[in-house]
């Protein structure tokens, strides 16, 4: 059997690293079109229209219980499908990226959702009418005062769903995105199985310092929207 080789593990890093702008425009793109989707699907679950909020309620089920690869195949193979049978218009020549942001959009939408209608129904209603009450129309009532104290009880719990769709988006290599599994994976294989231990060691250590660095962003923004708390 072939000795662990530090100096192999050393040497990968700059050979993965340039890829690692792949795997974040993946996660960046995501919260982007992924929030605004929860945003969309937290309003009608806290709206008063039953038909939407049940709409709303089925899709986070349905998504919950559908395999992150699974969907990222549904998309992939199906989508340019959907595309070309109904809409005439052929995508299958898309960049790669497209496809897995759309299917991550949709895997990030769901819990994302969850995070806003929680944080939203935290706040007291008492605030928002009583900032209508002395003149502020229910939009600057909402962006005034109820969005930035959401803002606060949400960001825990969304900073969880960003580190988990990071890890989801490792998936991406399957339809054959080269991020930076992708390019372990054909560092392996140009290898012919050999260092495989090295290569998978060192994506593990740069995604946690990738997370530890998504923690330490969250804690600091947390921190920002929670001053006037401190300061009281």
């Known amino acids: ?3 662990f080789s530090l100096q192999f593990l050393v040497d990968v890093f700059p050979i993965l690293l340039p890829f690692l702008s792949a795997t974040l425009a993946v996660v960046v793109g995501t919260i982007f079109f992924g929030s605004i989707a929860g945003g969309l699907l937290a309003w009608a679950k806290a709206g008063s229209y039953k038909l939407l909020e049940r709409l709303a309620q089925a899709y986070t089920y349905i998504i919950r ?5 699974v969907l990222l195949f549904i998309v992939f193979y199906g989508l340019p499908k959907f595309c070309l049978e109904v809409l005439d218009t052929n995508i299958n020549d898309y ?3 497209f496809f897995v942001i759309i299917s991550f959009t949709f895997l990030f939408a769901a819990p994302v959702s969850e995070v806003m209608r929680s944080a939203y129904e ?7 009418e009583a900032a209508v009450s002395i003149g502020l129309s229910p939009w600057q009532a909402f962006f005034h005062i109820v969005l930035p104290q959401a803002t606060v009880v949400a960001l825990p719990n969304f900073g969880n769903s960003v580190i988990s769709l990071m890890k989801d988006g490792s998936l991406a290599y399957t339809i054959g995105f080269i991020d930076l599994i992708g390019k372990g994976q054909l560092i392996v294989s140009m290898n012919y199985g050999a260092y495989a231990m090295e290569t998978y060691l060192a994506l593990a250590l740069i995604y946690l310092i990738l997370t530890i660095g998504m923690e330490k962003l969250f804690l600091w923004i947390e921190q920002r929207f929670s001053r006037h708390k401190q300061a009281a």
């Open 1 to 3: 059997m072939r000795p």
């Open 65 to 69: 219980c559908t395999p992150p690869i």
């Open 95 to 97: 960049d790669k990226l």
């Open 122 to 128: 935290a706040i007291d209603h008492g605030q928002y």
